[in-house]
């Protein structure tokens, strides 16, 4: 089922990228750079003083505006007093296939880019991409991403960490994605990580779908050093969470983005809002991304659910993917029909749980508790797109002495 559901990500991303997103054609300029940036700029201390020229060329040459092209040029300190060299830069760009829309958005992103030798720094990183299979409009996507790569030193870096990237599970066509993805692991260090980690995973055998789905996605996830990759995984089994299974790259990500300390002060928390140890490794066991959550979201959501709708704490623990949802967007629309069926008498309070079971998709709700109750509860559609108030019906929630914000 995983490898079907990777396989129409790949279907997703081509080799040429080509959702790369579209921005706002160049506007022409035909007023002054100084009465632009006065109409733009009213605090007198974020003039330009000594870097005029830097400005005006970004104002002029890619279309920002006079805050924006101030703000670039102060940031990252770019300076300039004649065109040739970041004329010599957009040259290049555009002879390597990048269209303006793409050259606006790389000097937004990088905009030391334009005082680099276009000829001796620049052109040997292009050429390098292009023998990679990395069309303009892939590089393009990747920088919009990872502004960092087009920095990197071609033998020192991108020449080894590709050789490295050549050994791991990413398909041909998925190349790109892991370097857009890729921005915090990009290094010859961690990628480094990234070979010994796999073959930790394949030992244990985690199906090959899940390791190539999250080198390609996640490869922060696997960078660790393997002594460290290793406790964690040891952890998760430990948990009663099997290998096999894609729940165990889902509670790999959550692990490795906390230390012992932050664990503790999560599982303390669940524990203030009702909820006993065996409830909390239930929860984890069935979804762990919940753990990601802060814990000003997973309080209010469970405050409602207990006090509002009057579940039980452990019947969240049960129900752990619910507090992954918005609590504005998804739980309380969703709640709100709920609550409605039971005040008209159409749903029993028992149904409850086969309700929440279908939570996780917007159509089999709609179908299963709106559309179905379409003729007895014409509102429904009204209160599940926010609408019509449960006020308006004379119908509220539940008000119960039960979990307090946290």
């Known amino acids: 089922m995983f490898g079907v559901y990777c396989k129409r990500l790949q279907l997703l991303v081509p080799t040429s990228v080509t959702h790369f997103h579209c921005f706002q054609k160049f506007l022409p300029f035909s007023r002054s750079y100084s009465s632009l940036l006065g109409s733009d700029i009213d605090d007198d201390d974020d003039k330009p003083q000594g870097h005029s020229f830097t400005v005006s060329y970004l104002i002029n040459s890619f279309g920002f505006s006079p805050k924006l092209a101030l703000s670039l040029s102060n940031k990252h300190r770019v300076r300039f007093d004649s065109p040739e060299k970041p004329d010599s830069v957009v040259k290049l760009l555009k002879h390597h296939g990048f269209n303006g829309t793409q050259i606006s958005e790389i000097v937004k992103k990088l905009p030391t880019l334009l005082l680099c030798n276009a000829e001796k720094t620049l052109e040997p990183k292009l050429q390098f991409f292009d023998s990679i299979g990395l069309s303009a409009t892939a590089l393009a996507w990747v920088v919009s991403y990872n502004r960092r790569i087009l920095g990197q030193s071609l033998e020192r870096s991108l020449r080894p960490c590709y050789d490295i990237i050549k050994s791991l599970p990413i398909p041909d066509n998925m190349v790109a994605v892991f370097l857009k993805n890729s921005n915090r692991a990009f290094g010859v260090k961690m990628l480094s990580n990234l070979v010994p980690n796999v073959s930790v995973l394949r030992a244990i055998q985690v199906p090959e779908s899940c390791i190539s789905f999250y080198v390609t996605y996640h490869p922060l996830v696997l960078s660790p050093e393997t002594s460290k990759f290793k406790e964690s995984v040891n952890k998760i089994i430990n948990l009663g969470i099997l290998p096999p299974s894609f729940t165990f790259m889902k509670a790999l990500q959550v692990i490795s983005q906390m230390d012992a300390s932050k664990w503790r002060r999560k599982t303390e928390f669940y524990r203030k809002c009702g909820w006993t140890e065996d409830d909390f490794l239930l929860a984890f066991r069935k979804n762990p991304m919940f753990m990601s959550l802060s814990e000003e979201k997973s309080s209010s959501k469970i405050e409602f659910l207990v006090n509002k709708m009057g579940w039980q704490p452990a019947e969240v623990a049960d129900r752990p993917d619910i507090l992954t949802h918005s609590l504005e967007k998804s739980i309380i ?54 609408q019509m108030s449960l006020a308006e019906l004379g119908v509220g929630f539940e008000e119960r002495d039960g979990v307090k914000q946290l």
């Open 333 to 386: 629309p969703r709640c709100s029909v709920i609550r409605v069926l039971q005040y008209k008498g159409l749903m029993k309070k028992g149904e409850l749980s086969q309700a929440t079971m279908l939570i996780n998709s917007r159509k089999r709700f709609l179908d299963r508790f709106v559309t179905k109750y379409q003729d007895q509860a014409p509102e429904l559609l009204s209160i599940f797109q926010g």
